[in-house]
């Protein structure tokens, strides 16, 4: 029977991986890939997590079964993290997690949960999205649509966005993303979460927000702003968190679903068919990332060396930001390329256009993916001045 099987071309990303491998260019800057860097090109284990670990090593006890919803102590501690401390949706215990395998796993489980107990509801993400969003929802058999992000000049365009939320009919799901979206890297002021949040109101839409950068952007509170808000001003909120990237916890797949319900009795029959959603997938999920951030988070100690490694990587990305484009300066180029700097998180829709990228690839062994979105982590003080030669190059 396997002889009728297709193959399908590998992902773009992958291409552009193997392509930059084999460049011998030594000037060579890879903006395509989708982790953290650091100065030196590595994205090391934090020093928290080695130490946690080390903990770990010592302290544990037994390999059993962790539950479908998880360790009790992962959630415990990410539960605060998302909502803050004293948040009254956790006081009112509205709120549910369920460790997850990354976000990716979140993700799959909100899309399962969507549609075997709320059928009929199509799901809504932004145009453009991260493009695995576009394949998990109808994966799970649900329908996709997408309302605008950004306009024919590859910025922000909130007008449109809130526009089509307007048209979105009455109890369909609507993802939103926390904070640095990606690819844009552009988000919403607070002012724009509170119409977004009128929006959903008046339409009785519900918000599935997709938070995997949290303290990637402004801080590990500011980019809970949406969330937040939109959880305590609205009865049901669904939420996917991801520690992959503010713990540097990539392979360990940690992440949880967090459901939001009117009251905690709701909230308890919401998360026992999660359970079953969990059960059906995968059983249980991989124990070892939630214990490295529970051991983190339940240490004083430990929590502020991760905090400190934390705003190291965000600060890290957000001078590189703003010094990329004082580096376009010399060629008249830093006002084109302005919104770089206001955007947030690992990504930055950089307005270049696929020729542009093709030639950056070609002749300066610069890579990226076509849609002139690039990782500001692959920036350096050493690539600069030749990523700004490059791109004054290619605008010419
Ligand atoms: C927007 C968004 N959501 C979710 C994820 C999933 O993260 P994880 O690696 O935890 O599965 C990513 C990862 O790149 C992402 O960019």
Same mark, same amino acid.
Not at 307 to 332: C, H, Q, S, W
Not at 371 to 376: E, K, L, M, P, Q
């Given at each position: 029977?396997? /002889?009728?099987? /297709?193959?399908?071309?590998?992902?773009a990303i992958l291409g552009l991986i193997e392509a930059f491998k084999k460049d011998t260019n030594p000037q060579k800057v890879d903006l395509g890939v989708g982790v953290y860097r650091d100065a030196q090109g590595n994205t090391p284990v934090m020093r928290a997590v080695k130490e946690a670990e080390a903990l770990l090593l010592n302290n544990e006890t037994t390999k059993t079964y962790i539950g479908s919803h998880g360790a009790p102590a992962y959630g415990d501690v990410v539960l605060p993290m998302v909502f803050g401390q004293?948040?009254?949706v956790l006081e009112a215990g509205r709120a549910s997690a369920t460790q997850s395998p990354g976000g990716t796993g979140a993700l799959r489980l909100a899309a399962d949960f969507i549609a075997t107990q709320l059928p009929g509801k199509d799901v809504w993400v932004s145009d453009p999205t991260w493009p695995n969003h576009l394949g998990i929802f109808p994966a799970a058999g649900l329908t996709l649509h997408k309302y605008p992000y950004v306009d024919a000049d590859n910025r922000l365009d909130f007008d449109g966005m809130l526009g089509a939320l307007k048209q979105i009919p009455e109890g369909d799901v609507v993802l939103l993303h926390a904070c640095c979206h990606n690819p844009t890297g552009f988000d919403l002021s607070q002012d724009q979460w509170k119409q977004v949040l009128e929006v959903l109101k008046e339409r009785k839409l519900l918000p599935l927000v997709d938070f995997a950068y949290q303290g990637?952007? /402004?801080?590990?509170? /500011?980019d809970a702003f949406a969330p937040r808000l939109l959880a305590e001003n609205l009865d049901e909120v669904i939420i996917t968190s991801s520690?992959?990237?503010n713990f540097g916890i990539y392979c360990e797949r940690t992440g949880c679903l967090?459901?939001?319900a009117r009251n905690a009795e709701q909230m308890e029959n919401v998360r026992s068919q999660v359970a079953i959603v969990a059960r059906e997938n995968y059983s249980n999920p991989p124990a070892h990332g939630g214990a490295i951030v529970s051991e983190i988070l339940h240490s004083d100690e430990l929590t502020a060396i991760? @905090? &400190? &490694?934390?705003? &190291?990587?965000?600060?890290?990305?957000?001078?590189? @930001?703003?010094?990329?484009? &004082? %580096?376009?300066?010399?060629?008249?180029?830093?006002?084109?390329?302005a919104h770089v700097a206001e955007q947030r998180g690992m990504f930055s829709y950089t307005g270049l256009t696929p020729e542009q990228v093709d030639r950056l690839r070609d002749e300066f062994s610069i890579y990226m993916v076509r849609?002139? @979105? %690039?990782?500001?982590a692959g920036f350096s003080h050493e690539n600069l001045p030749y990523l700004a030669k490059a791109i004054a190059a290619v605008n010419d």
């Open positions: 029977m396997f /002889e009728q099987i /297709e193959r399908v071309p590998g992902d004293g948040s009254p990637f952007g /402004e801080g590990l509170d /500011e520690c992959s990237k967090i459901m939001v991760w @905090r &400190e &490694e934390l705003t &190291e990587m965000r600060d890290r990305i957000n001078t590189l @930001r703003r010094d990329f484009v &004082e %580096a376009l300066k010399p060629y008249g180029l830093d006002e084109k390329y849609s002139g @979105r %690039a990782n500001v």
